[in-house]
C-alpha cells in the first residue's frame, strides 16, 4: 500500500518565479491538506482539500493556491516567490470522514534564490 | 489564534533513560491531539488521543490527553538511539486543521 508521495524532492526557484508541488494522497484518503514547514519549526497550515474545493485555510496570502483533482491527488502552486518562501513543503492525505487523521508525504524541500 | 506549545525544546539524555515530552494547547473546535516523529522529512504518526484520561500505548511508546487541563504527554521508556528524532505535537480540530507546536528534538546518545 503506497503511501502519500510528492514531487519533486527538492526545488531551487529564484525570487519572482511561480513553483507547483504535486501529492498523492495514500489509497482510500479523499482528503488533502498542505503544510509549510520552516527550518527549526512545526509545519503551518496552509489549506486543505476536499470534493475539489477548498474547505479551510489558514494565515497564507493569496500567492497560494492549490487544486485537487477527481482522483484526489493535489498540487500546491506558489506565486512571485519570496525569500522567505523558502521552507519544507508538506502535503497529508486523510480518510474520509476523518479529516484530522492525516499521513504526511516526505515532502518537497524549496529554495529561493 | 490557535496555539500549541512543546517542551522541553530539546533533551539530551542516554539510552535506557525514560522521558516525558509535554504539549498544551489551546484550540478552537479542537476534536484530537496528534503526536508524529520526525527524523528527516516525513513526520510519522505516532498517536492520535480523543478522550481524555485514556493511554494509548504501542510499544515503549505512551500517550495520555487531559482535556480539562488541555495537556497531553508522551512517555518514552528505555530510550534507543534510534528514538533520536523532533516530536511534534498537533491540536486537531473537526474540521482537519491541525496546528503544531515547534517540536521537542530528542536526542539519545549511546
Known amino acids: 500500500d503506497a503511501g502519500v508521495t510528492q514531487s519533486p524532492t527538492h526545488l531551487i526557484k529564484t525570487r519572482g518565479q511561480q513553483v507547483t508541488l504535486r501529492c498523492s494522497p495514500k489509497?482510500?484518503?479523499?482528503?488533502v491538506s498542505w503544510y509549510q514547514q520552516a527550518l527549526g519549526q512545526g509545519p503551518q497550515f496552509i489549506f486543505q482539500?476536499?470534493?475539489?474545493?477548498?474547505?479551510q485555510r489558514g494565515n497564507f496570502p493569496d500567492r497560494f493556491s492549490g487544486h485537487q483533482f477527481p482522483n484526489y491527488s493535489s498540487e500546491l502552486n506558489v506565486n512571485a516567490l519570496l525569500l522567505g518562501d523558502s521552507a519544507l513543503y508538506l502535503c497529508?492525505?486523510?480518510?474520509?470522514?476523518?479529516?484530522?487523521?492525516?499521513?504526511f508525504g516526505p515532502g518537497t524541500r524549496l529554495t529561493v534564490l | 489564534e490557535d496555539k500549541v506549545v512543546q517542551s522541553p525544546l530539546s533533551l539530551v539524555v542516554h539510552e535506557g533513560d525514560t522521558v516525558t515530552l509535554n504539549c498544551s494547547y489551546e484550540?478552537?473546535?479542537?476534536?484530537?491531539l496528534l503526536w508524529y516523529k520526525q527524523e528527516k522529512k516525513a513526520p510519522t504518526f505516532l498517536f492520535m488521543l480523543t478522550s481524555s484520561g485514556i493511554e494509548k500505548k504501542s510499544g515503549r511508546l505512551s500517550s495520555i490527553l487531559d482535556k480539562k487541563e488541555l495537556f497531553s504527554i508522551l512517555n518514552i521508556t528505555a530510550t534507543q538511539t534510534g528514538d533520536s528524532a523532533v516530536y511534534l505535537c498537533a491540536g486537531g480540530t473537526s474540521y482537519g486543521k491541525l496546528t503544531f507546536g515547534q517540536g521537542t528534538i530528542l536526542t539519545v546518545h549511546p
Open positions: 489509497s482510500g484518503h479523499d482528503t
Open positions: 484550540v478552537t473546535n479542537f476534536r484530537s
Open positions: 482539500y476536499y470534493e475539489e474545493e477548498e474547505r
Open positions: 497529508a492525505s486523510s480518510p474520509r470522514g476523518v479529516p484530522d487523521t492525516q499521513y
